[in-house]
Nanobody, 119 residues
Framework: VQLQASGGGLVQPGGSLRVSCEASGSIFSIDTMSWYRQAPGKQRELVAAITSRGSTNYSDSVKGRFTISRDNAKNTVYLQMNSLKPEDTAVYYC??????????????WGQGTLVTVSS
C-alpha cells in the first residue's frame, strides 16, 4: 500500500491550487483521510480531514479557504486551496487510516508535495 501525493507547486498570494493523493495497493477499506502540512522550522500540523462518510473538519487557519474532498471509487483525497497566503507555504502530506488485505488496519503517509506561495 502506498499514498502518492501530487499537485504541489508555486502559486502567487491569493491564488489557488489543488493537491491530490491516491492510495493504491491491496486495500480493503479506507477510513479517515487527511492532509497535514509542515512548514520550515515548524511541527507538522493537521490541515483538514474527511471521514469515509464525508464528514469534514479543518484547522482554524484554513477554514473557509480550503476544501477537502474524496473520491472513494478512486481511493483519492483532494485538497482545494483558495486565497492562498505566504504562510500556507509548506510540504503537504496526505495521511490515511485503512485496512489492507493480509495486513489489517494501519496508518499510512504519503511522500509530501511542496506548496510555495510567493510573488
Amino acid at each position: 500500500v502506498q499514498l502518492q501525493a501530487s499537485g504541489g507547486g508555486l502559486v502567487q498570494p491569493g491564488g489557488s491550487l489543488r493537491v491530490s493523493c491516491e492510495a493504491s495497493g491491496s486495500i480493503f477499506s479506507i477510513d479517515t483521510m487527511s492532509w497535514y502540512r509542515q512548514a520550515p522550522g515548524k511541527q507538522r500540523e493537521l490541515v483538514a480531514a474527511i471521514t469515509s462518510r464525508g464528514s469534514t473538519n479543518y484547522s482554524d487557519s484554513v477554514k473557509g479557504r480550503f476544501t477537502i474532498s474524496r473520491d472513494n471509487a478512486k481511493n483519492t483525497v483532494y485538497l482545494q486551496m483558495n486565497s492562498l497566503k505566504p504562510e500556507d507555504t509548506a510540504v503537504y502530506y496526505c495521511h490515511a487510516g485503512l485496512r489492507a488485505y493480509g495486513v489489517g488496519w494501519s496508518i499510512y503517509w504519503g511522500q509530501g508535495t511542496l506548496v510555495t506561495v510567493s510573488s
